[in-house]
């Protein structure tokens, strides 16, 4: 699986922001990395499973779905940016399928309200009480359409689910069944009608990432596959329980303390450097550590080391920046600061 840029040999940008150790505590690792090997291993069978699973459905992609079954693993959220027909919601629905837990699906329109979204309290007649009506965010999986044409009074009632697991109305606090995760697509080429997702909702979403048009050979097996029709629904390949102990699993893996300390680094050099306006918030910090674990057990590894850092760096970390505007005029992006980052950062040696 490779996801960001290639691992290269480190060097000191002209003008980057010096990646200086902070002071941590070197008496103990932040994990004790009490998972044992044969717990790895089941893992990333489980892992391949799914994603084999997902491929009958979204071809030629597999970086792409295990990308995707990363968030899952780490019970994180996932924003997929494309452009129409590559497949995006084929993707979220394809995760639903091959878990047996409980999903919903919201098609975001302009007129979506938030009571659509978390449920409506009913006053019931015949028991003279306020009945609550739960909405489509009680789900393990919430799949969520097109997610910038709703309005930002709508997109805000995910704001709180996303981050607390939990719904509050009518003041009344109610926990969303676990595992919790938000896939969520948007097209940013159409942009009649839409609604640019606040920085605030951004951050809460563990990974961005696009999918791409595919290949020939995928494009055909595409086109041979619904010749006889749509397909019809995926059969599901792991429970819920299994799901759960994958969390559990990957959050346990190993994380050096000098891997930390590369990561802490890393994000704080996204708020110092010149051509960003906003750097990465340590929301940031914890989900690129916790999408790293995932990396390194659906790799069969017991610990994190520095290449699953850059290779889950961009998807983590570009969409929580925001860039300066006369580094926009000059044709900079997030993406292209993040991977210079990587590459003027001091790689952590001798870990794992």
């Known amino acids: 699986m490779t996801f960001g840029p290639a691992p290269s040999t480190p060097r000191v940008l002209s003008g980057a922001p010096t990646l200086a150790s902070p002071q941590f505590d070197t008496s103990r690792n932040p994990t004790s990395g009490a998972v044992s090997e044969q717990e790895v291993a089941w893992f990333a069978e489980m892992f391949g499973r799914i994603a084999g699973n997902i491929g009958q459905r979204i071809h030629g992609k597999v970086q792409q779905v295990s990308l995707a079954l990363l968030a899952l693993v780490s019970e994180g959220h996932l924003l997929l940016e494309d452009v129409p027909g590559v497949g995006k919601t084929s993707l979220a629905r394809a995760i639903s399928e091959s878990i047996s837990g409980s999903w919903s699906r919201l098609q975001f329109t302009p007129d979506l309200l938030p009571s659509d979204v978390t449920g409506i309290s009913i006053w019931n007649q015949g028991s003279q009480q ?30 709180e689910v996303m981050e607390e697991r939990q719904v509050t109305v009518d003041g009344t606090p109610r926990m969303v069944p676990r595992p919790f995760v938000v896939v969520a697509t948007q097209n940013p080429i159409e942009m009649d009608g839409t609604y640019n997702l606040p920085e605030a909702q951004l951050d809460r979403f563990l990974l961005k990432m ?25 059969e599901p390949v792991v429970s819920l329980e299994q799901v759960k102990r994958m969390i559990q699993i990957s959050s346990s893996i190993r994380l050096d303390r000098q891997i930390v300390e590369y990561v802490v680094n890393l994000v704080h050099a996204t708020r110092r450097t010149a051509d960003i306006r906003l750097g990465s918030s340590p929301r940031g910090t914890i989900g690129l550590l916790r999408a790293a674990q995932s990396l390194a057990a659906a790799e069969g590894r017991s610990f994190v080391i520095a290449d699953d850092v850059k290779r889950l760096a961009i998807p983590v970390l570009a969409h929580r920046m925001l860039v300066a505007p006369d580094a926009q ?19 952590p040696g001798g870990v794992g």
Request: no cysteine; net charge neutral; glycine share 10%.
């Open 329 to 347: 005029l000059r044709g900079i992006t997030a993406i292209q600061v993040v991977t210079d980052l990587l590459n003027g950062a001091r790689v």
């Open 130 to 159: 306020f009945e609550f009506h739960p909405g489509p965010v009680f789900s393990n999986l919430v799949i969520g359409d097109e997610i910038n044409r709703a309005s930002p009074k709508t997109q805000s009632a995910l704001l």
């Open 210 to 234: 696009s999918i791409g048009y595919p290949d020939a050979v995928a494009e055909a097996r595409i086109v041979l596959a619904r010749h006889g029709g749509a397909p019809g629904p995926l």
